[in-house]
């Protein structure tokens, strides 16, 4: 299991803390998050000061319960929200510091981001979604994009459907197309928002399958999910209650995973 | 701002290409219409012979409860879907005889979609999400998408919100950045499915007067709603059941 006080103060620290205990240094850390939401009905505070990090090569998963702050979690975790006081750090950049602006380079050059209800655009093929990143991306020729838009076609099974429109996907096979284009730009890990919340259990399982072959050839995931049967899949599970960590948990997975962890997370 | 100018969608096919025919005058032509979907339960007929005329500028509505075919209506004329039979015509263009590519390409500059759940990218700023659509659509030049894209949302009143994300907003105002997203291009149509139905009664409001202005400046509108009482406020409504049209009446 790693320790959840595994938390230095400069990045210096943290490296040779890594390099003393063994183990590499997180993708993603979180220290002291808060997230506190101001409304006419008074504040509620969603976090309440999140210590995290997730490290090379594992298949983190957050749960809780419905209002827990898993969510809130992952929107400061992608940049998609900022928190109220804390330290987010991704790929060893401060992303607590950073503009919309920059947090959205640092997002689309770190990151794939899965969401519940998939969020593909209804209007181009689901070839056309796979290849959208990339073209904001600019790292592949539209040859390189197309070909590795089919691979990732094919890795997710539903290479037969590229030139369909999304709607005439079943909500699996949508969620499979999110994930291909959430790996368009070979993030260095990939944020999964309750990626089986409309999905049915078997087709559930189905999708979870993937996130296991994508961890299995070395990539890292942080999923959140309230589903416990798709929690006891990761290789580290952590429990929000009331916006605090209760518990963590490794499987059997974890030693594994970490050590099979990629190269050059860094990006 | 993300820097959007797409290097894979610069179509060089232009849209008069794709003209083949006379229109006798409608903007929206639909003749004999069939829509028969193969599941593995059996097939099942969604749309069943559907005629449907739309002069440009008018305002239609189009009712009738849940399964009687509007949003297959909507998605034949958008091209999302194709018809089993039956033409579909639209500025002149036979919808059914196009390729996906021509399809794609056509959607992007001739039809503004605007749906129930927004379908905004959850990942790009307001500003952005009409960005890049009129990237797609390529109809105006790349540098004066930004202030094209400012005074859109302005005219839907969210230009104060120009560099949010969408999760930031409420529901009616991701909306209404959606219906800004719609005009990126200049479209001739714009078709709404539900677009009210995610919204409380205000929002639901807000959204709905911004159509009637965009009807009164001229723009052609196709609405799916199951609200009665909004589809009557267009100029003209249409009632579907059993994938047919069995009403049609002229408001006021």
Known sequence: MIEQNFHSNTREARRKAAVRTGKPQPLIELRNVVKTYNSLAGSITALHGIDLQVYPGEFLVVTGKSGSGKTTLVNMVTGLDRSTSGEIWVAGSPLHSFSTEKAAKLRGKTMGVVFQSFELLPTLSVLQNVMLPMDFARRYSLREARQRAMRLLEQVDIPEHARKMPTALSGGQQQRLAIARAMANDPAILVADEPTGSLDSATATAVVDIFEDLVRQGHTILLVTHDKDVAKRGSRIVTLADGEVIGVESTALSGDAVSKGREGTNA | ?252
């Not at chain 2, 039956?86 to 390409?105: K, S």
């Not at chain 2, 999760?167 to 200049?186: E, F, H, P, T, Y």
């Open chain 2, 1 to 252: 701002m993300v820097k959007m100018t797409s290097r894979f969608y610069s179509n060089s096919l232009q849209t008069t290409d794709l003209k083949n025919g006379p229109t006798a005058g409608w903007l929206v032509d639909l003749q004999d219409v069939v829509k028969t979907y193969q599941g593995t339960a059996g097939t099942f007929t969604a749309l069943k012979g559907v005629d449907l005329q739309v002069e440009s500028g008018a305002f239609v509505s189009i009712i009738g409860k849940s399964g009687s075919g509007k949003s297959t209506l909507i998605n034949v004329i958008t091209g999302i879907d194709r018809p089993t039979s039956g033409e579909v015509i639209v500025d002149g263009v036979h919808i059914h005889a196009l390729n996906e590519e021509q399809i794609a390409v056509w959607r992007g500059r001739s039809i503004g979609v605007i749906f129930q759940f927004f379908q905004l990218l959850p990942t790009l700023t307001a500003v952005e999400n009409i960005l890049l659509a009129m990237d797609y659509g390529a109809q105006h030049p790349a540098a004066e998408r930004p202030e094209r894209a400012l005074h859109l949302l302005e005219l839907v009143g969210m230009v104060d919100q120009a560099h949010r994300l969408p999760n930031s907003l409420s529901g009616g105002q991701q909306q209404c950045v959606a219906i800004a997203r719609a005009m990126a291009n200049d479209p001739v149509l714009l078709t709404a499915d539900e677009p009210t139905g995610n919204l409380d009664s205000k929002s639901a409001e807000m959204v709905f007067h911004l159509f009637e202005n965009l009807a009164q400046a001229g723009k052609t509108i196709l609405m799916v709603t199951h609200d009665n009482e909004l589809a009557t406020r267009a100029q003209r409504t249409i009632r579907l059941a059993d994938g047919k049209i069995v009403d049609e009446f002229t408001n006021r």
